[in-house]
């Protein structure tokens, strides 16, 4: 199997010079498909960053299933706004303060988008480049769900808020103010979507983790409910949707990263996500018996340091990176028995340990469906955008 899709990308790219990315369609879809069933009958907010192709956006957007954008910076939502996308809630606080000045000056992009805060601190901000009369904005507040048994803390760090009484605190002072309207909550259980379950530990920690945030979560949503009633709750990532949309309160799921499924996804028991993401790199060296050398390569993922955040072979099946290179700037060792059938020139595809991320590394993606390639679109890069 790995053998015919190997020979399928290299028929359907063979005009093109190495490196590039391709997006496998097929999978793309059918990965769309699945999370639309994992999903069960709520809707999906598609996370923007985890594809990074305004096109993809747009074919999963007109997908049933799929509604909004889940958005990773204010002058992304503006731009996507722009071009065609009606509801963008962006993931993270800002403080773009030239985005804010556009914001407040577009009646319809106010309307479209919803700013994400933790804090008073944040509505302070937009005041203070803005002004008190600023238009009204739409904002949403991130509620903490890491767990934190034992004063341990598991999870991203970054929300402030967990309880009730802190949400309801913060929900107080964005109906105080004029200018803001609290439309929603967000909650991203990071430990869980966003963590592999092989582990037999890791799989304990996730129920009990889910267990806690579930009773929280619709303690929280009562409480903010009574003070303003809120047009959605946002909750889960690819990892999490089955748990996160088991919560009544819960009207709409977030994902992304499951339609390229990348490498981090392997190490995941509870969906198994066919990989639509790959880039393809020249051999350009034969050093010695069972390596060959791929020309660049040094695509690290965002997170911890380690190898699990650096791309690993794919097609063909068998190689892995060395221990004492990885993947680097201008060249990438790959050792293996199947290393002795490459030649110079011939063609090792890889997988990106993350989603988007590998988008950030070309102006264009290549759409392949089986051994044909079947459009070219740009990425946020080739747009001339990288909003990091």
């Not at 690993?312 to 993947?327: D, F, I, K, Q, R």
């Not at 700037?329 to 490459?342: I, K, N, S």
Request: net charge negative; charged share 20%; proline share 6%.
């Amino acid at each position: 199997m790995t053998d015919d899709l190997r020979k399928a990308y290299d028929f359907a790219t063979a005009d093109l010079d190495p490196p590039f990315a391709v997006i496998d369609v097929d999978a793309f879809f059918a990965n769309a498909a699945d999370l639309v069933h994992r999903a069960n009958g709520t809707p999906i907010r598609l996370a923007s960053k985890s594809v990074r192709v305004r096109a993809l956006l747009d074919e999963v957007l007109a997908r049933p299933g799929f509604r909004g954008v889940m958005g990773f910076s204010l002058a992304e939502a503006i731009w996507l706004v722009r071009h065609g996308i009606d509801d963008v809630l962006i993931g993270y606080p800002t403080v773009d303060r030239s985005a804010l000045l556009e914001l407040a000056a577009d009646e319809d992009l106010a309307s479209r988008i919803t700013l994400m805060i933790d804090d008073v601190a944040h509505l302070d901000f937009v005041a203070s480049v803005l002004g008190s009369d600023h238009p009204v904005l739409r904002v949403c507040v991130d509620i903490d769900t890491s767990w934190q048994p034992f004063g341990l803390h598991i999870g991203a760090r970054r929300s402030p808020i967990r309880t009730p009484d802190q949400a309801v605190a913060l929900a107080r002072a964005v109906v105080g103010r004029p200018g803001f309207k609290l439309v929603g909550l967000m909650t991203y259980e990071a430990q869980i979507a966003g963590l592999p379950d092989l582990n037999p530990v890791v799989r304990w920690m996730k129920s009990r983790s889910a267990a806690e945030i579930a009773s929280r979560r619709a303690e929280v949503v009562a409480a903010v409910q009574a003070v303003m009633p809120l047009e959605f709750v946002n909750a889960g990532g690819t990892g999490s949707l089955e748990t996160s949309g088991a919560g009544r309160e819960v009207t709409e799921l977030t994902a992304g990263s499951g339609l390229f499924a990348p490498a981090l996804f392997d190490g995941y028991r509870s969906f198994h996500p066919r990989p639509a993401a790959a880039f393809a790199l020249p051999v350009v060296r034969r050093p010695g018996p069972r390596v060959a050398t791929l020309f660049s390569g040094g695509y690290a993922a965002s997170g911890p340091a380690g190898r699990s955040r650096l791309p690993s072979p794919y097609l063909p099946a068998g190689l892995v990176t060395t221990v004492s290179e990885g993947a680097g700037e201008v060249q990438t060792p790959v050792r293996g028995v199947v290393a002795d059938e490459l030649r110079v020139g011939d063609r090792v595809w890889m997988r990106h340990a993350k989603a988007g991320e590998m988008c950030e590394r070309f102006d264009v993606v290549h759409l392949v469906s089986g051994d044909q390639l079947v459009a070219t679109v740009p990425t946020y890069r080739g747009e001339g955008h990288t909003f990091g």
